[in-house]
């Protein structure tokens, strides 16, 4: 079975554009969350969406923002680039989810904003 | 939120040495796992532990929820196994709540 891809993996904006990243889940899983990764305040979740819906939030303003597909398929968006937003951004997928079961990681998004 | 502890927060070894990574939390949790952040920054899964004891071949974790730790053996060391090393716990309605990592670097 496939792993959960992410798309682009490196990617470089600059301040002020908007980026939007890509998660496909792992085949049946339902559950999709993304969390940022930075230097100083290490791993932090964004949000999670089941079935289309967004179930969990954060704490992260509101140019992060997020959607599900039909086929589970995830994206999020950030608009307003700021320098600080540049991290690694990985998305988790898993079948129920509700945190109740093994989280499955993606390799990363790595986004650079100059 | 629960607030998570890992310790130490550096390890250096010599390969074949073993070494005991620790994971405390504040709170009761219902699930816990553990990863291994390789150098491209992809979380592997190592264990998902709740409770209990379990082995993958020369990696054990053993999490005591009564008491709100964790443990993670790494037995005869190889170069490999350098990285970071996460435990996360969480549970129905929260979302993994990752600590600062041990970042641990095998030397041959």
New interface residues.
């Given amino acids: 079975k496939a792993g959960v891809t992410q798309t682009p993996r490196y990617l470089i904006k600059t301040r002020g554009q908007q980026v939007t990243l890509s998660c496909s889940p792992i085949s049946g899983h339902r559950s999709v969350s993304w969390y940022q990764q930075t230097p100083g305040q290490g791993l932090q979740f964004l949000f999670e969406y089941f079935s289309e819906t967004q179930r969990n939030k954060g704490n992260f303003p509101g140019r992060f923002s997020g959607r599900q597909f039909s086929n589970s398929r995830s994206e999020m968006n950030v608009s307003t680039l700021e320098l600080g937003d540049s991290a690694l951004y990985l998305c988790a997928s898993s079948w129920r989810g509700l945190f109740q079961e093994t989280q499955y990681f993606g390799p990363g998004t790595r986004l650079l904003v100059l | 939120g629960i607030q998570v502890e890992q310790s130490p927060p550096d390890l250096i070894l010599q390969e074949g040495a073993n070494s005991t990574l620790r994971c405390n939390f504040s709170d009761s949790v ?2 816990l ?1 553990w ?1 291994h952040q390789n150098p ?6 190592l264990f ?1 532990i709740p409770s209990g004891t379990k082995q993958n071949g020369r990696l054990s974790a053993t999490t005591v929820a009564t008491e709100r730790y964790s443990l993670l053996y790494i037995s005869s060391s190889q170069t490999t196994d350098s990285g970071v090393y ?1 435990c ?1 716990p ?12 041990t970042r641990l670097s095998v030397i041959a």
């Fill in positions: 219902n699930n796992q990863f491209w920054g992809q979380l592997i899964n998902y996460f996360a969480y549970s129905g309605n929260t979302p993994l709540v990752f600590g600062k990592g």
